[in-house]
């Protein structure tokens, strides 16, 4: 597919004026990440895989904390509401991936959920700034390609934001060599300011762990 060029995408650039702050997640943000993937994955027919909250909680948290003591090594990241702190949006990247063509190292992003109570424009614009963050890490690690993909069936808003932004989109996977890119991403970014306003606190993530030792009903009956 031909890739489209088109610098207005920066009209999507997280402002002051978005009602959501874009901040790293934290060990208290895991059961709010969870109940956005299991409203998405509720929404597909997923006859192969049976949802298991725990585990992607379990997962969720060890990214999160991979995050913390090394911004290098994942990129998890939450769109929080300015006035009631709830969590609109999420994405998670990991890095060390590869094609198996190809000995390059790539990003694959892993998940980008949004409130799908949302309006419209709102997760239009908290998609594109996923595809910016993206690129802004990827830039911090100095690696030149991310990989990007959906098993929604409806993905065609998803892909053309892709499209706009440099993505060469095949099916349901979309590339990106960074020096593609129609966001003006900037300089390399230093790594340590993607978590550099971290609300972490240590012994948060000490009770989420012990949370996750319930079963899901009671770890959703405890937030």
Same mark, same amino acid.
């Given at each position: 597919?031909q890739r489209?060029?088109?610098?207005?995408?920066?009209?999507?650039?997280?402002?002051?004026?978005?009602? !959501?702050r874009w901040?790293?997640?934290?060990?208290?943000?895991?059961?709010?990440?969870?109940?956005?993937?299991?409203?998405y994955?509720?929404?597909?027919?997923?006859?192969?895989?049976?949802?298991?909250?725990?585990? &992607?909680?379990r997962?969720?948290?060890?990214?999160t904390v991979?995050? &913390?003591y090394n911004p290098?090594?994942e990129?998890i990241?939450?769109?929080?509401? *300015?006035?009631?702190g709830?969590?609109?949006?999420?994405? !998670?990247?990991m890095?060390?991936?590869?094609?198996?063509?190809?000995?390059?190292e790539?990003i694959?992003v892993?998940?980008?959920? *949004?409130?799908l109570?949302?309006?419209?424009r709102? +997760?239009v614009h908290l998609? @594109?700034q996923?595809?910016?963050?993206?690129?802004?890490w990827?830039?911090?690690?100095d690696?030149?390609i991310?990989?990007?993909?959906?098993?929604?069936?409806?993905s065609?808003? &998803?892909? +053309?934001?892709?499209?706009r932004?440099?993505?060469y989109?095949?099916?349901?996977v979309a590339?990106l +060599?960074r020096?593609?890119a129609?966001?003006? *991403?900037g300089s *390399?970014?230093?790594?340590?300011?993607?978590v550099?306003?971290?609300?972490?606190?240590?012994?948060d993530?000490a009770?989420?762990?012990?949370?996750h030792s319930?079963?899901?009903?009671?770890?959703?009956? @405890?937030?």
């Amino acid at each position: 597919m031909q890739r489209i060029k088109n610098p207005t995408l920066e009209c999507y650039a997280h402002t002051a004026a978005d009602p !959501w702050r874009w901040r790293p997640a934290a060990g208290p943000d895991t059961a709010a990440i969870e109940q956005l993937a299991h409203d998405y994955f509720d929404r597909e027919p997923q006859p192969i895989y049976q949802w298991d909250s725990l585990e &992607f909680s379990r997962n969720v948290l060890i990214s999160t904390v991979n995050q &913390f003591y090394n911004p290098r090594r994942e990129l998890i990241s939450v769109a929080a509401h *300015v006035d009631t702190g709830q969590i609109l949006a999420y994405t !998670w990247a990991m890095r060390d991936q590869r094609a198996p063509w190809s000995t390059e190292e790539m990003i694959a992003v892993r998940m980008a959920h *949004v409130d799908l109570n949302l309006p419209t424009r709102a +997760r239009v614009h908290l998609v @594109a700034q996923m595809l910016r963050m993206w690129e802004t890490w990827a830039a911090a690690c100095d690696i030149a390609i991310i990989c990007s993909s959906t098993i929604r069936q409806d993905s065609g808003v &998803f892909m +053309r934001l892709h499209e706009r932004a440099g993505y060469y989109c095949l099916g349901s996977v979309a590339y990106l +060599r960074r020096n593609t890119a129609t966001f003006a *991403v900037g300089s *390399v970014a230093n790594p340590d300011h993607i978590v550099a306003h971290s609300t972490y606190n240590p012994a948060d993530y000490a009770g989420a762990g012990r949370e996750h030792s319930v079963s899901s009903q009671q770890f959703r009956a @405890a937030e």
